[in-house]
């Protein structure tokens, strides 16, 4: 679910925002409304924090639901692991911050994975997704996974097409999402969008069903919420930092081949 979006053993103890002073800032989404440049296939495994890849988002809220501001300082590269971190830090503007990466290019059909593991927390959500919309000039499209963290034994799947959502679905996770890293892939063809956990067909689109049609940035983010009780659970304010770990993410281009192992791509068929 995204609304007004201005652009979206390891081990987990992080220097948050150790990448910041290196890394180029998006600025708010209105200076994005040029045409955004298409991205090639890359595995990005976070051994760096790769700048030609990834820009953060930082110092502003997606919208008045939103209880938490992007900050910089919540995401951090570390052991092979980039952080995503929640946190109870009182701004300008929210009481909370929060942390989000989004893609320096737009990517079309092909395969989109993602390696993460979540805390848990009632009123946030863990998101691995695609996203285009009218602060680039184009209309709302949106390929989704979404662990809603009050209830981490499964993740909820949808799509926007001009803003409307169609084929939401929530399937379960073969282990809760804090117990350890669980690879969430999309297929995303002129047919329609599978999507698969660890490799598994979890959900496809209807045949009759409208598809995104515009090419769209990747995002990973962790975030808040009071305004969604019926969808996210009512807002507990956490006990200490909540953390969405990500070990890697990927895009396959269609009829590309594997990449890397562990790719669903490599699978057979």
């Known amino acids: 679910m995204t609304q ?12 948050i925002g150790q990448i910041a002073i290196c890394a180029m800032l998006l600025v708010p989404a209105p200076l994005f409304a040029q045409e955004l440049p298409k991205g090639a296939s890359f595995f990005d495994d976070f051994e760096t924090f790769d700048e030609s890849l990834w820009g953060l988002s930082d110092g502003w809220v997606n919208g008045d639901w939103q209880n938490c501001m992007w900050s910089k300082d919540n995401v951090a590269v570390d052991d092979g692991l980039l952080a995503l971190r929640f946190a109870k830090e009182a701004n300008d503007k929210r009481d909370y911050t929060c942390g989000e990466i989004q893609s320096r290019h737009v990517y079309g059909y092909g395969t989109y994975e993602a390696r993460f593991r979540t805390s848990t927390g009632s009123g ?17 499209d949106e390929i989704d996974f979404e662990v809603l963290t009050r209830d981490t034994t499964a993740v909820s799947l949808n799509t926007y097409v001009g803003g409307e959502p169609n084929n939401g679905k929530r399937v379960p996770l073969p282990q809760p999402a804090e117990d350890g890293f669980i690879t969430y892939s999309f297929v995303w063809d002129p047919d329609g969008i599978r999507w698969y956990v660890d490799g598994v067909l979890m959900h496809e689109t209807a045949e009759s069903s409208p598809l995104p049609a515009n090419d769209q940035k990747i995002y990973a983010s962790l975030w808040g919420s009071e305004s969604f009780p019926n969808w996210m659970g009512n807002f507990v304010e956490p006990d200490a930092e909540v953390l969405m770990d990500i070990d890697w993410i990927a895009f396959t281009a269609l009829d590309e081949g594997c990449q890397f192992p562990g790719s669903l791509v490599c699978q057979d068929g």
């Open 4 to 15: 007004q979006r201005c652009n979206h053993s390891k081990q987990t103890t992080r220097c």
């Open 124 to 140: 946030l959500n863990a998101a691995f997704f695609t996203y285009i919309g009218p602060h680039h000039g184009k209309p709302h």
